[in-house]
């Protein structure tokens, strides 16, 4: 599976969120998730498996719990193939500057 098809999953794009924020147990995970998209706790596992199976997530085991990290590799691999993009972000950014900069003189900031 491709990054972008991994990362195109919003359940799996929170998933990362709360990874990104430290380890987490399976049980933890699904906590948060199942109540937030309504999917149930096997929903939650395949998600991980995913993740797991992708590169984007390690997990070990902790007596019976499963800890989950999140793993950055392929997360590069999406910031190396942004990066051709980056160049048209710095003129819209400052075209966005410009226009908020305009609005606040327009109404006497």
């Known amino acids: ?5 991994v990362l195109g999953d919003p359940v799996r794009r929170r998933i990362l969120e709360l ?3 430290g380890e987490r147990s399976s049980g933890e995970v ?3 998730i199942a109540p937030a998209f309504g999917i149930s706790q096997a929903g939650v596992s ?3 498996k995913v993740l797991r199976e992708n590169g984007f ?3 070990r085991p902790e007596g ?3 800890v989950y990290e999140l793993d950055t590799t392929p997360l590069r691999g999406v910031d190396d193939w942004l990066e051709r ?3 048209f972000w710095p003129h819209k950014l400052e075209a966005l500057a410009t226009e908020v900069a305009r609005g ?3 109404r006497g900031e």
């Open 85 to 87: 993009f980056r160049v």
């Open 57 to 59: 997530a390690r997990v």
């Open 46 to 48: 395949q998600h991980l």
């Open 1 to 5: 599976m491709h990054a972008f098809d």
């Open 19 to 21: 990874l990104a924020e």
């Open 30 to 32: 699904v906590e948060v």
């Open 104 to 106: 606040k003189k327009e």
């Open 64 to 66: 019976t719990r499963r």
